[in-house]
């Protein structure tokens, strides 16, 4: 089986961290840092975005689970599976979850689920290290298996805001200094709106980070994509 460049990544990324720090600190600088923090402000977007008792929802990269742990903070009834390419963070994020939660390891360009089996899925953080014709590939998949009208929430960098631009600098400077640690890619929202409607998606639109009702760093320090089916 090819083993793509994100897995690579990540899997390189899982080990560094590991021999580096605690497994508690390693597994939250896995997602970025701030585990609870930005788990908790995921799972409100999910609820501004719609997400309810007794509905589905794939968290398509869950990483180790950060999005879930908040999820299962909340106390919030739904039937929730989560996807990821590293087996050492699909350990940890189930035993941070509810234990009616499922995970799968998946490390393919499909996603091994039905169609129309989801009222909702998420991507946090994972297009901004895909690139567009894997994210675009993605995002076709996610359409097929969230149900008619349901909701695909996704964060992207984008160049016109600030801090992301602070972002593109340090990937320079690492990239000079051949210590690019895993790709960072950014996403305007033409392509965006493009690609959704080539895919079918009826309504795309778009919170910016420095106007996110989630603090003034953003959602999670990213701009978000709110797609309907």
């Known amino acids: 089986m090819t083993k793509f460049h994100f897995v690579k990544d990540y ?20 997602v970025g840092g701030q585990y609870e923090q930005f788990g908790l402000k995921e799972a409100e977007i999910l609820q ?4 309810r008792d007794d509905q589905s ?3 398509f990269g869950c990483g180790s689970g950060r ?4 999820l299962g903070q909340k106390n919030i009834s739904i039937d929730y599976c ?6 050492t963070f699909l350990r940890y994020a189930k035993k941070k979850s509810p234990p009616n939660y499922r995970f799968i390891l998946n490390r393919s360009l499909s996603i091994p689920l039905p169609d129309a089996s989801f009222d909702m899925a998420s991507a946090f953080s994972v297009f901004t290290h895909l690139l567009h014709h894997e994210s675009y590939n993605y ?17 992207f960098l984008e160049f016109s805001e600030p801090t992301h631009w602070e972002m593109f600098q340090y990937t320079i400077r ?23 409607e080539k895919i079918g998606y009826q309504d795309a639109s778009f919170i910016a980070s420095t106007d996110s009702p989630w603090g003034n760093t953003g959602a999670i320090g990213q701009s978000l994509a709110i797609l309907q089916r």
């Open 11 to 30: 899997e390189r990324l899982a080990l560094y961290l590991r021999l580096k720090h605690s497994r508690e600190e390693a597994m939250s600088l896995a």
């Open 48 to 51: 501004y975005a719609g997400l």
């Open 57 to 59: 929802l794939l968290d």
């Open 67 to 70: 999005l879930a742990w908040a």
């Open 82 to 87: 989560g996807i990821d390419i590293v087996k």
């Open 139 to 155: 995002l076709e998949e996610l359409h097929r298996v969230v149900r008619p009208s349901g909701i695909v929430v996704f964060s």
């Open 174 to 196: 690492a990239y000079r200094k051949a210590r690019l640690p895993h790709l960072n890619q950014y996403i305007e929202r033409s392509q965006i709106k493009l690609w959704s």
